[in-house]
Structure formats: C-alpha cells, structure tokens
C-alpha cells in the first residue's frame, strides 16, 4: 500500500501542483518519501484523491485554530512559500503532533471537486437547447452537483475572446474560454436541481469553514432553485 501511496503522491507532484501549488509540489514530493505520512495517507478510503484529502484535512485544522509554525507557509493563514525555506520539517511535525485527529478525519471525509470553469463548456450547450424547447422552461438536473456551483451558470460571465462575451459582465466570476464553431447567447428561462451523492450543508459553521477544500460526509439533496 504505501509503494503506491508513494507513486500517487509522486504522481500529484509532477501532474497536480506542478506550476499550479509550489507548497504542495514540495510536501507531496517528500510525503512519498516518508513511510510515516504514508501510514497516515493511507486511512484514507479507498478511491478517494488521497493527496487532495490529506492535504485538506490538515489545512482544515490550520484554519479552525490549530497553532503550529506551520501555518506561516499558507496564504489564508497570512503567511506565503516563496521557496526558499524547506515547509517539510515543520510539516511533518504537524502531522505526527494531530496524527489522531487527522485520522479521523481522512478515515470520514471525502473529496469533492468544485470547477466552475466547466460552465465556459455548458453555457453555449444550455442556450442552444433552450432555443429547441420553443419557449418552454428549461429544467437543468446535475447528478452529482458537489456544492452545486454549476447549477449558477447563469450568474456568472463568459469571456470567449473577440468573437463572444456573455452571461452577467458584472459578475466576480468571470470565466475565460475559446469558442469554436456558432456564437451563442445567454437568455434562456429554466428551472435546476442538484442531486450530490456525497454532499454538504453549507448552513453549519463548521462544515461552512472548510468550503472549497475537499472535504465532505454526508448525503442529501441540494436545494432547488427557481430562476427567473
């Protein structure tokens, strides 16, 4: 188990948070190299994206007020890695110091991926087949909605390059991609559920607090919602 365990966190290095995340490039690398961490990683359950869990968790009890030196390497904590300082040290130490903690943790949660970039795909599909329903609303289910981020589409803008730029421009969320083939709009009138296997409910504090950070336990239904 740990043999593979260390090629997954060899593999996240080199593909996940190569020129994307330089702080989990360094730790995934040297995670692989240590058979301590990898016992910890391998509480994880089976399936799951353990690098993505494990590194959660323990940013999860950074942020919910485990004091440690650690946290001058993370940026929502008000620190930064530049690169110049090895973060492993004072990492590792962290993991053995809330090794139970983090067990239990990676032992119960599961990893949930939220890209909203995906709705620069989705946009120009939703238009088109609210255009064949001849007026008639449009009912969007996701199967699988995470925190059902891309069941708000349409609040956010879309940036096609010179040919397109749609959706709401006053949005915070402005998603650029390159548009091939007929230029759309965004109008259509719809209804949208989400259906998430393994969800969250944003309303509690303490699941709130780690939004966006992969990690979840229970199941239900994400709320509907009516547009327009």
Request: charged share 25%; with cysteine; glycine share 10%.
């Amino acid at each position: 188990m740990s043999e593979k365990l260390s090629e997954v966190f060899e593999r996240f290095a080199r593909d996940e948070f190569h020129n994307s995340s330089p702080l989990y490039e360094r730790l995934s690398r040297a995670i692989a190299q240590d058979s301590e961490l990898l016992a910890l990683a391998a509480e994880c359950r089976k399936g799951e994206r353990i690098p993505n869990l494990l590194f959660a968790a323990i940013h999860y009890l950074l942020l919910t007020g485990s004091s440690h030196p650690l946290a001058r390497f993370y940026k929502s904590l008000g620190g930064s890695f530049a690169g110049r300082e090895d973060p492993f040290p004072d990492f590792r130490s962290f993991c053995l110091q809330q090794s139970e903690r983090l067990r239990e943790l990676v032992a119960a949660r599961l990893v949930q991926t939220n890209e909203v970039s995906r709705c620069g795909g989705l946009m120009p599909v939703f238009v088109v087949a609210s255009k064949g329903v001849l007026g008639r609303p449009l009912y969007l289910v996701d199967i699988g909605a995470s925190a059902g981020l891309n069941l708000f589409w349409d609040l956010y803008g879309y940036n096609y390059g010179d040919r397109l730029k749609g959706g709401d421009r006053n949005s915070p969320v402005q998603i650029e991609c390159a548009l091939r083939g007929t230029e759309c709009s965004t109008d259509p009138t719809f209804f949208s559920a989400g259906v998430r296997t393994r969800g969250r409910r944003l309303e509690s504090p303490r699941r709130a607090s780690g939004g966006g950070r992969a990690m979840a336990a229970r199941s239900d239904l994400a709320g509907a919602r009516e547009e327009r």
